[in-house]
């Protein structure tokens, strides 16, 4: 495959992949650090880590790898700020972030010399972001997995960006095969990111079980429940996500540890999201891209980018 050149501030990785930051505890050290020895950005999920936890996955990740390493971090959460300057203390190459939207971070970003990169889901967002000083966006649609700003897929908005913008533009939601990869550039894109195929992978740090229902999702296995933050998100067929479709149903907080800035409180989705990372089938919630029914196996991180680099169909 022909990659174009993919330039965050001085960051120019010999891919133009990014690994998605997926919470809680999703991606971690080990995976970021096994995408960044690849060639692409890897990147740790902050999201409800505590700061000495962050700070040690950075660490970590920064002892298994001389590539390129990001923070993913939720504007919806309230230690949003505390991670971001954590992550710059210990060293981050690029914070992204999303659920949401922060004009102050940028400020940030340029007094550390940090490149900000917001996940936006319109051109309207996406252009707000490039004059404030974003040094790249990252297009999502509707087809990603968790949160979501957006009832349109992917494709149909990207493209829209791209042509506006003069800062790369990235695109992400439901890139999960080489054929989707392929696609996203013959959009013109500069960049993919890819979460849920990364989750298939030997490094991810979840449990066996949620592997597992990512290779045996089948198309239909993917709804749209409504997320305490009051967001959208993609999450993968179980009994719990199941009886979160009816936004009347609630789920007894056991300890609240006001971690979003705005919640409704009807259930935990930190609590939920950690059962699912441990394979909690029961009271675990999954998210998942809708395109996760693509996946068929499991494969180490370099096996997943030889596939995709030696994919050659017109």
Same mark, same amino acid.
């Given at each position: 495959?022909?990659?174009?050149?993919?330039?965050?501030?001085?960051?120019?990785?010999?891919?133009?992949?990014?690994?998605?930051?997926? %919470?809680?505890? $999703?991606?971690?050290?080990?995976?970021?650090?096994?995408?960044?020895?690849?060639?692409?950005?890897?990147v740790i999920a902050g999201t409800a880590l505590k700061i000495d936890e962050l700070k040690n996955e950075i660490k970590k990740a920064k002892e298994l790898t001389k590539g390129i390493l990001g923070l993913n971090v939720m504007f919806a959460a309230t230690d949003f700020y505390e991670n971001i300057k954590?992550?710059?203390?210990?060293?981050?190459?690029?914070?992204?972030?999303?659920?949401?939207?922060?004009?102050?971070?940028?400020?940030?970003?340029?007094?550390?010399?940090?490149?900000?990169?917001?996940? $936006?889901?319109?051109?309207?967002?996406?252009?707000?972001?490039?004059?404030?000083?974003? %040094?790249?966006?990252?297009?999502?649609?509707?087809?990603?997995?968790?949160?979501?700003?957006?009832?349109?897929?992917?494709?149909?908005?990207?493209?829209?960006?791209?042509?506006?913008?003069?800062?790369?533009?990235?695109?992400?939601?439901? $890139?999960?095969?080489?054929?989707?990869?392929?696609?996203?550039?013959?959009?013109?894109?500069?960049?993919?990111?890819?979460?849920?195929?990364?989750?298939?992978?030997?490094?991810?740090?979840?449990?066996? $079980?949620?592997?597992?229902?990512?290779?045996?999702?089948?198309?239909?296995d993917i709804i749209t429940i409504e997320s305490s933050a009051g967001l959208p998100a993609n999450a993968i067929r179980t009994p719990m996500s199941e009886y979160l479709l009816d936004t009347n149903n609630k789920v007894p907080i056991k300890k609240c540890t006001n971690c979003l800035k705005t919640c409704?409180?009807?259930?935990?989705?930190?609590?939920?999201?950690?059962?699912?990372?441990?394979?909690?089938?029961?009271?675990?919630?999954?998210?998942?891209?809708?395109?996760?029914?693509?996946?068929?196996?499991?494969?180490?991180?370099?096996?997943?980018?030889?596939?995709?680099?030696?994919?050659?169909?017109?």
């Amino acid at each position: 495959m022909k990659f174009p050149t993919l330039k965050i501030g001085d960051l120019v990785p010999k891919y133009p992949i990014i690994q998605g930051g997926m %919470a809680i505890k $999703v991606s971690m050290a080990k995976l970021a650090a096994a995408v960044a020895n690849e060639g692409g950005i890897g990147v740790i999920a902050g999201t409800a880590l505590k700061i000495d936890e962050l700070k040690n996955e950075i660490k970590k990740a920064k002892e298994l790898t001389k590539g390129i390493l990001g923070l993913n971090v939720m504007f919806a959460a309230t230690d949003f700020y505390e991670n971001i300057k954590a992550a710059i203390e210990a060293g981050i190459d690029l914070i992204i972030y999303g659920a949401g939207f922060s004009r102050d971070i940028f400020a940030i970003g340029k007094e550390h010399n940090v490149p900000i990169v917001p996940i $936006v889901s319109s051109l309207k967002l996406a252009k707000i972001a490039e004059k404030l000083g974003a %040094a790249a966006v990252i297009v999502e649609g509707v087809n990603a997995g968790g949160h979501l700003g957006t009832d349109e897929v992917s494709w149909d908005i990207v493209s829209e960006v791209k042509k506006a913008l003069k800062i790369p533009v990235i695109g992400a939601g439901g $890139v999960i095969t080489p054929a989707d990869v392929k696609r996203m550039f013959d959009l013109g894109l500069d960049g993919v990111q890819m979460g849920s195929r990364f989750v298939a992978s030997d490094e991810c740090g979840v449990s066996d $079980v949620f592997k597992e229902m990512y290779v045996n999702a089948k198309e239909d296995d993917i709804i749209t429940i409504e997320s305490s933050a009051g967001l959208p998100a993609n999450a993968i067929r179980t009994p719990m996500s199941e009886y979160l479709l009816d936004t009347n149903n609630k789920v007894p907080i056991k300890k609240c540890t006001n971690c979003l800035k705005t919640c409704n409180r009807r259930f935990c989705v930190n609590d939920a999201l950690i059962k699912g990372h441990d394979g909690d089938l029961e009271n675990g919630v999954f998210f998942a891209s809708r395109d996760v029914y693509k996946i068929k196996n499991i494969l180490p991180v370099k096996e997943i980018f030889r596939e995709i680099i030696e994919y050659e169909k017109d």
